[in-house]
């Protein structure tokens, strides 16, 4: 067998599993990677090709010079098919749907069962204009065709047309994948062009789903069932105005239309309404909804009626009673609700139903009385009934059908934490969601729905809200004020109810906070506690504040916002001022929150004094707290209404310093240089121009300019060592500055001098005690981790990033305990816990963001993308590494380009798009290069060269390996290198000698590596395999493969996590390994997975 590129890469093929979405609907990844049909590669129920036509499909399309088209296609409503009616329903439909599938294929064109209720069907050379006469054909066949048991289906589409740069089977699944999502979040039935996306995400945010409710959704279809199999039941459905009601409901109505159970709904208006009003109504829907021979049958059943039903059904033609002995008021009512319950039951005979009475809190008590009434008298009525209200207050009229027929309550509490994020995702199609985000919607809308739904659409408007490269949720937050105009008139129907005086309390409470209590309010009122308890337990009682035993606040902050826009300019700055001075009192209990807000009080009034005073306090406060962004908004407040000329130098200086390092943290590196060298110039002492230099060199390292990083941290370590007496302060910036120096050297490859400098570190956190900040210390263990895991010692490096966690949590430094969670990762990719891996990282990404730190969220956001591509999880992979390269654009370091560019080579090597890594992997060595970080370099040049190697141009890959300094590589690199020489002499020498010294090679760089990943094994025995047998040494070859089994099964077995084995499992390179190995008839348990 000839050793050739083909035969060599012959690993790399497409995954597939890229674009398969988690949906109940559909089986999971892994059931689809497991949908193999004897070997036949025909799906037995549908009949046509199953997944295992995708390798030689993407072969035989991949390659084509004319545009070809694909349509991918989902039952709607799949899962509902198979809960009601059974799986045997749903295989028949499957069955069915590949069969209308079949029927309207042309020659040439490929079709197969994606998996579950997934289809694709392949057009060649068919543009996507022509492969919407396909969609718009199954479409109508299907629509029109009855399935077995009267079912009638409809299907979503979406179609891809490949382009002349991408003619990737893969890509194309995952932008018809993209498309079909469209089609279904905008209706279903329906089919969605992938070039249509753009202009569709673009046009307005989609509410469609119903967020939270499923417990309620799951206890309303278990009445509709009982109310089916059994009697009537009865359910009072209740939630302030936006809880969610209707989407409930909505939702409800679907699983109805599902099991055939007609739905009439009744509403009540402000106006006034006949008594009977909401059954009658409900009756003639009812009885419009028979055929005639069913209102034949009806009428017949139950004979004459009263003269008072008659008439109010006088459409129906009924036959009245004659009566000749007139009955009392009371008794001609009670005939009256006996027709009315018998014409119920006996319409609920011939089909059962729901009823929906909406908008009961308009009714009548009258009204709703005489409703249940009618209810009660036929308990064992097939029917359903819901009675909908904004509170709870009708209970009361409802106690007949509470004593005969089984009924339950269910109150629509607001929408929790977790649903409004969920909300805003499917509102705005991405998980990116930054907290503040949530926390801002959370606290405006208080979880009402509706309020969520204008806030979101008000936001994407105005432009505080909007999505920016990679799906990144990019927020600016409005003025406590700013609110949408069309939520106003749904507040002003919440406060109707509300006094004059009532109302002026609340617009006090509004304006006092976050610290609104009762003595508070009584200062800003003028009323006395006991009155003012009483009016505010009345105002929680309507829903309009809560109470939480200590504090009031406002259910909903858009109610809030609107209050305090409608108090004068004036009167505010006084209440203002009035709110700062009590809680400055010291009457207020002492707590982190009262200074800044006492300082915003300030700063809303009209007293400059003493908002100066404040606004440092708050300042100072909040840069210890580690709340970066608050801390910079009161520096901010503080320098823009002090006067250089009076003010105290020392704070003013600090005001200075501060607000550079917090500049610097959150990513405006020119700002924070700004403030920093400002802070040169008004400094004196020796010790504060130690931690100026300190910072200044602090903040180039964020910008990865290293030469001026380490000038800044010499001229640290210089003035400290010229200081006539060091204290804890100058120690703690010299410390600090030789840290990050060992930093730079590691990364510039220069571990002797990374150990020095901590040497030089320990010596000094030894010598000096007092004043000094001990999560230096940590931070010196896990540089000394840092060295440990760049020289493969991970036993020692997870010791030492333990001692470095512990001291960071126990001193409180944030920030260090978020780069030790972030650096550990490695360690435990080494021990295949990556489910603990995945945990940390997220929690890095959790406190970079709480402390605003954007290059420790950017470094997060990378390392998340890395281990993505490395489990073969491709759509998290890229969108993590878009958000990371949309972050570290605006932060402008140089370090973070490279990686992303690294990272963005790697991910297209997985994709099998070899000249697009070669370009993302050049960008990333020449950036290396500049920044002098060799080894990183040298990884990139080498996976240039890999790439190179894969497109079969063995000229390039070789000049680039030539220049390659194997005394300057690290163990990995250097084995890297012998192995890509060793099979770059395979591929272009034939000679006896010139073979076998490259088996040699590549066998020699295998023994080098140590905890190799999953597709490193099989990358490099693969290859090891292949030079055996261009050698004739077969049998050798054949343990090679046996040995590799091995290796994975030992290397898998590490993972706990069943999901990401088989993630990693399905990786093309390693399917396309495991085929080879079925072929050569060699038993593993792994080839049985």
């Known amino acids: 067998m000839l050793w050739n590129e083909k035969c060599l890469f012959y690993v790399m093929i497409r995954a597939f599993t890229e674009g398969v979405r988690d949906n109940a609907s559909r089986n999971t990844a892994g059931d689809l990677m497991n949908m193999r049909t004897n070997g036949t590669g025909i799906d037995p129920l549908t009949g046509l090709n199953d997944r295992s036509a995708l390798p030689g499909l993407s072969r035989q399309f991949s390659a084509r010079e004319h545009p070809w088209s694909l349509v991918m296609l989902d039952i709607d409503h799949f899962k509902l098919v198979n809960d009601i009616y059974g799986h045997l329903a749903g295989d028949d439909l499957l069955s069915h749907v590949g069969q209308t599938i079949r029927y309207n294929l042309k020659r040439g064109d490929q079709a197969l069962r994606f998996g579950g209720d997934e289809f694709i069907v392949i057009l060649p050379d068919t543009s996507g204009d022509n492969a919407l006469d396909l969609a718009q054909r199954l479409l109508f066949e299907l629509r029109k065709r009855e399935f077995p048991g009267g ?55 989609d509410f469609s789903h119903m967020v939270g409710r499923r417990d309620e959704l799951h206890q309303l279809r278990e009445l509709v069932n009982e109310a089916i199999e059994d009697s009537a039941r009865f359910c009072l459905l209740t939630g302030f105005i936006g809880t969610g009601k209707t989407k409930l409901l909505e939702e409800l109505l679907n699983y109805s239309q599902f099991k055939s159970i007609p739905t009439f709904t009744t509403e009540s208006h402000p106006v006034f309404q ?8 409900t ?50 009512k009670a005939r009256y609700r006996r027709d009315l319950g018998l014409i119920l039951k006996e319409i609920s005979r011939i089909t059962p139903f729901s009823i929906v009475l909406d908008n009961l809190h308009w009714a009548s008590a009258r009204s709703i009385q005489f409703a249940s009434e009618v209810i009660s008298t036929v308990p064992d009525a097939n029917i359903l009934y819901i009675a909908v209200s904004r509170n709870q207050n009708i209970f009361r009229y409802l106690k007949p059908v509470w004593t005969s027929v089984p009924s339950k309550r269910i109150h629509l509490e607001p929408l929790t934490q977790p649903d409004v994020r969920t909300m805003v995702f499917f509102a705005m199609k991405t998980p990116a969601i930054p907290d503040e985000v949530q926390n801002y919607l959370m606290r405006q809308s208080g979880g009402n729905a509706l309020f969520l739904r204008k806030l979101i659409s008000w936001g994407l408007k105005l432009g505080y809200l909007s999505v920016g490269k990679g799906e990144v949720c990019v927020w600016k937050e409005p003025e406590e004020e700013e609110l949408p105009g069309d939520i106003t008139p749904v507040i002003e129907i919440m406060l109707e109810s509300c006094s004059e005086d009532e109302l002026a309390i609340l617009k006090r409470a509004a304006l006092a906070g976050e610290l609104l209590d009762l003595k508070l309010l009584c200062e800003l009122t003028s009323k006395d506690e006991y009155t003012l308890a009483e009016t505010l337990d009345r105002l929680v009682d309507l829903g309009l504040l809560k109470d939480d035993g200590r504090r009031y606040t406002f259910s909903y902050g858009v109610m809030k916002s609107l209050l305090i826009s409608r108090i004068s300019p004036s009167l505010r700055q006084l209440l203002h001022e009035k709110t700062a001075s009590f809680l400055a009192s010291g009457k207020y209990p002492e707590e982190n929150s009262v200074i800044t807000e006492t300082a915003r009080h300030f700063c809303n009034s009209r007293n400059n004094d003493k908002a100066l005073e404040y606004a440092e306090k708050a300042a100072r406060a909040t840069f210890a707290w580690g709340l970066h962004s608050d801390s910079i908004h009161w520096y901010q407040e503080y320098l823009n209404r002090v006067s250089p000329d009076t003010a105290d130098p020392e704070t003013y200086l600090k005001a200075h310093i501060n607000t550079g390092i917090l500049y610097s943290i959150t990513g405006k590196a020119d700002l924070a240089e700004k403030y920093l060298v400002k802070a040169i110039s008004l400094a ?22 290293y030469p001026s990083a380490l000038h800044y941290f010499n001229k640290t370590i210089s003035v400290g060592n010229e200081a006539s007496e060091l204290n804890g302060f100058c120690i703690n910036n010299m410390a600090g500055a030789l840290l990050e120096t060992s930093f730079i050297n590691l990364l510039q490859n220069k571990q002797n001098d990374a150990r020095e400098n901590l040497k030089t570190v320990r010596e000094l956190l030894d010598r000096h005690t007092d004043g000094i900040d001990k999560s230096l210390e940590g931070m ?43 650096n550990m990762h490695d360690l435990y990719t080494q021990s295949g816990d990556y489910n603990t891996m995945l945990n940390s990282l997220k929690q890095t990404i959790k406190l970079n963001g709480q402390l605003g730190d954007q290059l420790g969220l950017a470094i997060g956001y990378y390392n998340l993308a890395e281990t993505y591509t490395h489990l073969n999880m491709l759509d998290l992979a890229k969108r993590y590494f878009q958000m990371y390269i949309e972050l570290n654009s605006r932060i402008e370091n140089r370090l973070g380009m490279a990686y992303g560019q690294l990272g963005l080579g790697k991910l297209a090597m997985v994709k099998s798009r070899g000249s697009r890594a070669a370009e993302y992997f050049l960008n990333a060595s020449q950036i ?3 920044l002098s970080c060799i080894e990183m370099q040298q990884s990139a040049e080498l ?11 063995y000229r390039k890959s070789r000049e680039i390996l030539a220049d390659i300094r194997d005394e300057d590589s690290s163990t990995s690199n250097r084995s890297l290198l012998m192995h890509l020489q060793g099979v770059l002499l395979g591929l272009t020498k034939d000679d006896p000698e010139s073979t076998h010294r490259a088996t040699e090679m590549i066998k020699q760089s295998i023994t080098m590596v140590e905890n190799a990943s999953p597709d490193e094994i099989v990358f490099m025995h693969w290859n090891l395999f292949r030079a055996l047998e261009k050698e004739d040494r077969h049998e050798e070859a054949i343990d090679v493969l046996r040995e590799t089994l091995d290796l994975l099964q030992s290397n898998l077995s590490r993972i706990e996590s069943q999901s990401i084995r088989k993630s990693i499992l399905s990786r093309s390179d390693l399917e396309s390994f495991f085929e080879v190995c079925r072929e050569r008839g060699i038993a593993s348990p792994l080839l049985n997975s």
């Open 283 to 332: 009756i003639r829907k009812a009885l419009e909804h028979l055929t005639e021979n069913q209102l034949y049958n009806l009428k017949n059943t139950v004979k004459a009626v009263e003269h008072s039903t008659a008439e109010q059904l006088s459409e129906f033609s009924f036959t009245a009673k004659q009566r000749t002995v007139a009955a009392t008021p009371e008794e001609e």
């Open 943 to 953: 996976n240039m060269a890999k790439a190179h190697l894969a497109m079969g141009d």
């Open 684 to 705: 004196s002492d020796p010790m504060d121009m130690c931690a100026i230099y300190h910072r200044l060199g602090r903040n180039y390292k964020r910008k990865s300019d």
């Open 780 to 822: 010196y263990f896990a540089r000394l981790a840092d060295i440990e895991t760049e020289t493969g010692s991970w036993k020692t490096a997870l010791e030492e990033y333990e001692k470095a966690l512990e001291i960071c949590v126990r001193e409180k430094d944030t920030q260090g305990e978020a780069l030790i969670l972030n």
């Open 928 to 930: 290396f290069g500049e």
């Open 151 to 205: 079912l009638k289906v409809s299907v979503s589409m979406g179609i891809a047309q490949s382009k002349s740069d991408d003619a990737d089977l893969s890509n194309l699944i995952s932008m018809a994948d993209q498309a079909l999502y469209h089609a279904k979040e905008t209706g279903r039935g329906r089919f969605v062009l992938a070039d249509d996306l753009e202009f569709l995400k673009n046009v307005e945010p």
């Open 274 to 281: 006949e008594y009977s009003f909401l059954v009658i109504n």
